[in-house]
């Protein structure tokens, strides 16, 4: 099977949320009741458990991408479409204990609700704060990739319901290529912040949702450099046998003296 | 744009590392032609929201690592009590495991919602994720307690037999094995995380939980009627280990630290520590002859090393609600390496 893969492009969304609707409809990813954020359009906040495409809304003061806005400030407007970036090396993968968290034979990550026990341990994994436990159902959920339709040959209900192609799905290598030529084309039209955000060189490997963003990542509130926790095992435990070793030590002369 | 981009990156980042550091910027700056002045990357976030999920687990699961954390050592002590000769004490602590891994069980079962889904931490066996290895842990140490203290008892009732002190050694020595790391994988459960303030202390974690466990199982002993030279010395070491532990917290000036000094958390963390610390050393200093003080210190340090638990969870949540703290370490990682 090929390998699927996002590419998510800031500088084409237009804030229509299509893509969280879709999710939810498609999905029956429960509502997460009305609250007002004050955070520009933004209401939902972060992904979670009941939100698997978060829409985003970045209001920027800048001189490129400058909008007519009636006031003096040079303003940006930015949107972007969040969603689990389905690691190459996934955290959550790594710390699930009953095996709940797989990868699927198209590469993405998928959490298996039957199994899954609701330890919560994946959600202080996952590097980027994706996946979430429901607190009514007592399970973990995140973003499936929408591993029903494609395996139907159909592509995620996100992507197909995205009006401007900001949300493109395809086989990975692929995309990787169209992203560098749209961070080219971009850069030619005098967005030099334009960048992909697939962190690669850190221990999370390069994900299967990438983006192409204006600025840094943390703007967008992306760890600039991400690692799989399970990089730390080893000085993890290497300091845990020396003081395990320091117990036994004072235990046994304590009581032999 | 400036003629050499790189450079102006640089002095970017110089000027983002000092206002990280003192707080505020002395210098000008670079300003490229029609930007705004460059802001401090402490305030570069998406709407200051958090970028990491705080930790779910219910007020069972601090109390579960303070149980589980004292019956292990106490299965050590059981085993060294029967190596000495000290049959008294091997009872006291096969019972004190027995009772720990017996509470543990459930509390951890409570923190799932159901208790058929502990079941499934069972389903595979993964040593890579610290959640199973600590769950197939918990099953062993109960299991190795439970047959520990039927052949002791069997040999107390006069069934001797040699096979069945065999089997007893066995089981102590397992139960041993699988309690220290009972005691000491919660540890690493926190360390191997998102989490700022865990992974940072990754290292110290397995100190400050195995400090707590070893005084904790002391100071159990204490209420049991051992009023021994042994435990009064393990008390000593594992209060002043407190101490310095905590004098490395409140020095160590690290951003991701915060939540150990600041708030709820920090408050809790500076009452655990003078709990176990200070308080639990003087009254065992200055109490020598009083049983009263000795009780007094026993209890203290149980008091304090329960409170740090709970203290390193309101941390790992106050920690996830920071997204600076997040972007700081790997800003600094980063610039240590190489870029993306
Ligand atoms: S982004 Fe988080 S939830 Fe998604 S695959 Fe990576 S670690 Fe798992």
Redesign the pocket.
Known sequence: MAVSAFLTDATLCIGCKACEVACKEWNHVPADGFTFTGNSYDNTNALGASTWRHVMFLEQPSSLGAQITGTDDPFRWQFLSDV????QK?????ACPTGA?IRTELE??Y?QPDVCNGCGY?VV???????DKNHEVGTAF??TFCYDRQREGLMPACAKACPTQSIQFGEINDLRKRAHVRVQELHERGYSDAQIYDPQKTS?EG???MFVILGEPETYNFPPA?E?PTVHMKSAWTAAIISALAVVLVVCVSFAL | MAADPQITEERLNAIRDEAARTGKVQHGGIVPADSPFPKSALEMSYHGNPVLKPPTWTWQVPLYFFVGGVAGVSALMALVGHVTGNSALVRAELLVGLVGGAISAPLLIADLGRPGRFLNMLRVFKPRSAMSLGAWTLSGFSAAVGLAVICHELLRAGYGHEFLLAVEWFAEFLAAFTGLILASYTSVLLGVTAIPVWSENRRLIPAVFLTGALGSAAAVLEFLGFLIPATQLIGLVASTTEIVIAILIEVRDRYADRPLREGIAGWLTRAGAILAGPVSLLLRIYGVHSTGARYCAALCFIAGALIARYAWIAAGRASARDPQALFQIQRRDRNTTSAI
Do not use: D
């Not at chain 1, 689990?84 to 690691?87: I, V």
């Open positions: 689990c970036k389905h690691c996934a955290g959550c993968l790594e968290i993405t990550v959490v994946c994994s996952c590097p980027f704060g994706v996946v995140k973003c999370v994900t299967h949702a991400p799989v």
